[in-house]
């Protein structure tokens, strides 16, 4: 497997095109941590976070504190710049508040992105340094693994909403009403009978069957 070294956090839509599932924390603030799940997908639970017109100032002050004391351990710090990734636009919030974790009170989710990104602009900051490095390069290593990839593709282009998944679904059942037909085609000329349509189907369900 491909070792991926970035020390920024995926964005949620990206996770969840990949197959992690994003779920509510229930431990303390900054105890976000990275399980295996079923079928090799990873779980990414996040406890909640409450956004309102007061947080950001606390935040850069918060953050401002730890750059002055260079004894303070980087927690906040880390925890802001693992959310910096984890949200790149109104999309992802969305995603977020769907799964509990982004609660806000600010009206539009692109103005809580806005708000997160602008939390570590110019700040200067090592991700080796982070509580959250072990997370985060655990979800790239398995971001950038064969079968994440392939799905991340297929979900991002065919399943991309629902009306995507729904188009794509209806391609598929022409592609395989095309295949019935070549194959009741094929069997009429080989032996020449009346072939009626269950006939049809159920020799496109064996070779359906034996496909798999």
Known sequence: METNLTNTMRSATELGEAGFIIKKGKARLLDIDLEKGRLNKRVLKIPPLYIDDYKG?????????????????????????????????????????????????????????????????????????????????????????????IRAKLVHHYFSSWVVGISTLAGMIVIYLTLIQTGCSVRNASKPKTVTLLDCMKHASRSFVWSL
Do not use: W
């Open 57 to 149: 100032t606390l935040f850069r002050n918060m953050v401002a504190f730890e750059q002055c004391h260079r004894e303070c351990k980087p927690y906040v710090t880390s925890y802001l710049f693992f959310f910096d990734g984890l949200i790149n636009s109104a999309e992802d919030v969305e995603l977020l508040h769907h799964k509990e974790v982004i609660h806000h009170s600010l009206g539009r989710d692109k103005d809580v992105a806005k708000l997160v990104n602008s939390l570590c602009k110019e700040i200067a900051f090592d991700g080796y340094e982070s509580y959250l490095q072990k997370v985060v390069a655990d979800a790239n290593n398995h971001y950038h693994s064969k079968f994440a990839k």
